[in-house]
């Protein structure tokens, strides 16, 4: 059985540090190697001779976002040298090249670790396109058939893409196993690929980029509105495809586009693809994004009336920079207007405008270009779609998209362009076949393209994906929750409003679905969702209206029905269970805090940042934030330390980038919570909690233990924020704030140290709260963060 302890890491360059990071934060310890520099061969100073690696590595742990989960993890790794210390890798397991991309270097390095690697190790190369068997050429019976291509993607903590490239002396068994490690243990969508030149995810992202490089200049549109057009319209990231360019490299990009033309002799479509003049420009004045200041953006000092920094933008035709104009296409309003990507999708197809042919003929051709690489760079259409939904962050894979615009009609938009077709989806269409995928009785399923059959997505039994079970009618429903059955006597709420936010029907909805369980006999609720963010918090725009319009009875009674529905995930006879990801701000941070446990993918991001709008937290999470203080009080505690601790947590609105950070933030406990790397599995691992709870489950009873400090707290607490204010890092309102929150964590104006229950903090709690919507400073907060969606600190 093959085990992994330890991993080396050879070369310390922007990914060899990033992979060293990420390996750190699952729990691996790291051996990072890299080159001597010339000038200290001859030393005999180790920091001299370490200066490559060691500067490489302090450069990737600061810069931003950041490669690791929390700083300490920073210590897993362990540094050397190729000269002094390459002889380490034979207490390693698994041995991972990533230096420069070229060929004779990386087989001069594999000479090296064949001498010093022990028998059984793993090696893989990180190579982007090099092709597995040149890499392997040489090297022992041993070595080859524990040897394949691990190819990560940039940053590797935030990109879940890894393509697993077997050479055809590689072990089955090591195949198997990377395919399963790297999902399971380090939270990667992996996916098998065939030695080809450039893989899948960058040999289907590199044309299409370069294809609407193409049909940007013939059609004379500018940057700008291509960028919008090809981001968030499609359901791909913000930086739609000129700042994509930017962000990689436009060297970087070229390189693999020439690799990939010359590797390629029979791929006509990226035969008929040539670099633009505008990119050899920048390229020849070295412009090469955001690297070297500028590409096709180039960032200046001047500031817009809104005191945002001037970004200007190539204009193609003339290549000079300039400031975006705005454009008044159609298609582009169309698309500010449409909420749902399959909607925008089809709406373009029934344009006319150049921003929706732009995007037609981009479509079109990716679906040609995806269909004519099958078989070559995969036997299956699903790992086609997956490598491009995880590697390039889209939204869609080129067979879904097709999927949303018509097989059958975009067969014929596609010859209607003069572009062929392979044999396979001709059949397939005369067959009767109407869509790549279907769903069926809760699982989903992709086409063979060789025999017409419908094949089980891989995998669906770790991961639960709630759009599989909307065929089935929902135990429960309203306008922004569903509840469904997820088997095994498990319920599942699934929060629907805009970004999540938890308003009347979700709060609703939460209570009804508990109720729900507890009276017809469900073994428990799990509350999680596959959107990228759990939840972005309460609804602020409704407590705003109401505090704008003076409404306080109607406030009053929507923070008691929050402060409820928390406590009844807390005191409910079932267990409840949250499963997070991205963001859990705010209301969705208070209600995790209550479930029984929260299984939060690494990637959650939590913090209550109600301070952010003027206001404390006020579903329980000023109150539960009490409870956790007194928790850890021990005999002979100070307890000053720890009251300051968590006060300063949320006096600050501080936000855990990650699951681990939560824990040391004292969001998450490890006494009940626990992390999950592949956030794909969160939910089905959540669903298994519920189950294991269940079986010896009690319903738990108010706690009535819960140790505040009074006024002894409140004036070490009162006296720190005072000092704070005459130092001006902080506002007259934001001592007003802490106040309040400080109050609260003390047990409000008690003579002295004493027992309280938590249905009295909870009324301080919501006390505290109401009196802030009252106040001018907070109306203010809340309305400049609706209109610009950021704090205003006054």
């Known amino acids: 059985m093959i085990r992994i302890k330890k991993i080396a890491v050879l070369g310390s360059g922007v990914m060899g540090s990033a992979l060293s990071c990420h390996f750190a934060n699952c729990g691996f310890d790291v051996l990072l190697l890299d080159r001597v520099l010339p000038e200290f061969l001859e030393s005999s100073n180790r920091e001299e001779r370490n200066k490559v690696v060691n500067d490489s590595l302090q450069a990737s742990i600061r810069s931003r976002p950041s490669p690791l989960f929390i700083k300490s993890f920073a210590g897993h790794i362990q540094t050397g040298n190729f000269t002094d210390d390459l002889k380490e890798i034979g207490g390693c397991d698994w041995i991972v090249e990533a230096v420069i991309e070229d060929l004779e270097i990386k087989r001069g390095l594999f000479e090296k670790v064949e001498k010093y690697r022990k028998p059984g190790s793993l090696i893989t190369t990180n190579t982007s396109g090099i092709p597995i068997a040149m890499l392997a050429s040489g090297r022992s019976e041993d070595f080859k058939k524990n040897f394949l291509g691990t190819h990560f993607f940039n940053p590797p903590r935030y990109l879940r893409l890894l393509e697993i490239i077997p050479g055809k002396d590689t072990d089955p068994e090591v195949v198997d196993f990377f395919m399963h490690f790297g999902e399971r243990l380090l939270g990667k969508e992996t996916v098998l690929c065939k030695d080809r030149p450039a893989f899948i995810a960058n040999r289907i992202g590199v044309f299409a980029m370069s294809d609407i490089f193409r049909i940007t200049q013939d059609l004379k549109l500018d940057i700008n509105t291509v960028d919008k057009l090809t981001g968030p319209a499609l359901g791909r990231p913000k930086t739609g495809t000129f700042r994509l360019g930017d962000l990689v490299g ?90 749902s990507d399959e ?43 997956q490598a491009m939904k995880t590697g390039f962050g889209w939204g869609y894979g080129p067979f879904e998209y097709w999927d949303i615009v018509g097989l059958k009609d975009s067969i014929s938009m596609i010859e209607s362009l003069g572009m062929e077709l392979p044999d396979w989806i001709h059949q397939l269409s005369a067959a009767g076949l109407e869509s790549f995928y279907k769903k069926e009785g809760g699982k989903r399923y992709f086409v063979d393209w060789n025999s017409g059959n419908y094949l089980e997505v891989p995998g669906q039994e770790s991961f639960i994906l709630l759009d599989n079970y909307r065929e089935k009618s929902p135990v429960y429903q309203n306008d922004e929750v569903t509840l469904h059955d997820i088997g095994d006597g498990v319920l599942c709420l699934e929060f629907q409003s805009k970004s999540n936010a938890i308003g009347e029907g979700i709060l609703n909805g939460l209570l009804q679905s508990i109720q729900i369980a507890e009276d017809d006999g469900w073994k428990g609720l799990v509350i999680g969702n596959n959107s990228s963010n759990f939840t972005v918090g309460a609804n602020l725009m409704l407590i705003g209206m109401m505090a704008f319009q003076q409404q306080w009875d109607e406030l009053y009674f929507a923070v008691k029905t929050f402060q409820e529905a928390t406590m009844r995930c807390r005191y409910s006879s079932i267990p409840v269970v949250a499963a997070t990801q991205g963001f859990t701000f705010g209301g969705g941070c208070e209600l995790i805090m209550h479930c029984d446990a929260t299984v939060a993918a690494a990637e959650s991001y939590i913090g209550l940042v109600e301070v952010g709008v003027g206001l404390l937290p006020g579903g329980g999470g000023t109150k539960e934030f009490a409870v956790r203080i007194s928790d850890s009080f021990f005999e002979g505690d100070v307890k000053v330390p720890t009251l300051v601790k968590y006060f300063k947590t949320i006096a600050m609105g501080e936000v855990a980038t990650s699951a681990d950070e939560a824990f040391e933030k004292g969001y998450l406990l490890k006494t009940k919570d626990r992390r999950e790397l592949n956030v794909r599995r969160n939910i089905s691992e959540a669903k298994k909690e519920v189950l294991r709870l269940a079986e010896t489950y009690v319903q738990p009873r108010l706690r009535k233990d819960i140790t505040v400090l009074g006024r002894g707290g409140l004036g070490t607490l009162y006296t720190a924020t005072n000092e704070i204010f005459k130092g001006r890092y902080a506002s007259e309102h934001d001592v007003k704030i802490a106040h309040k929150i400080a109050w609260v964590l003390c047990g409000g104006d008690l003579t002295g140290e004493q027992l309280v229950d938590e249905n009295y903090l909870i009324d301080i709690e919501r006390e505290a709260f109401l009196s802030l919507c009252g106040e001018p400073k907070t109306m203010e907060r809340i309305q400049y963060m609706l209109e610009n969606r950021k704090p205003l600190r006054n």
């Open 250 to 339: 436009l060297d970087v990009a070229v390189k693999v586009l020439k690799g990939m033309r010359e590797n390629c002799p029979e791929d006509k479509m990226l035969k008929e693809l040539k670099i633009p003049d505008y990119l050899n420009y920048l390229i020849e004045n070295q412009y090469l994004g955001n690297k070297s200041g500028q590409g096709f953006y180039k960032k200046t000092d001047e500031k817009d009336e809104n005191g945002k920094r001037v970004i200007l933008s190539l204009n193609l035709q003339s290549k000079e920079y300039e400031k975006p104009s705005t454009t008044k296409l159609d298609s582009l309003i169309f698309s500010r207007q449409t909420e």
């Open 343 to 385: 909607k925008r999708i089809k709406g373009f197809f029934k344009m006319e405008d150049k921003g929706a042919e732009l995007i037609k003929k981009s479509l079109l051709r990716l679906f040609a270009y995806s269909a004519m690489r099958i078989p070559e760079i995969s036997d299956d259409i699903y790992s086609v779609d």
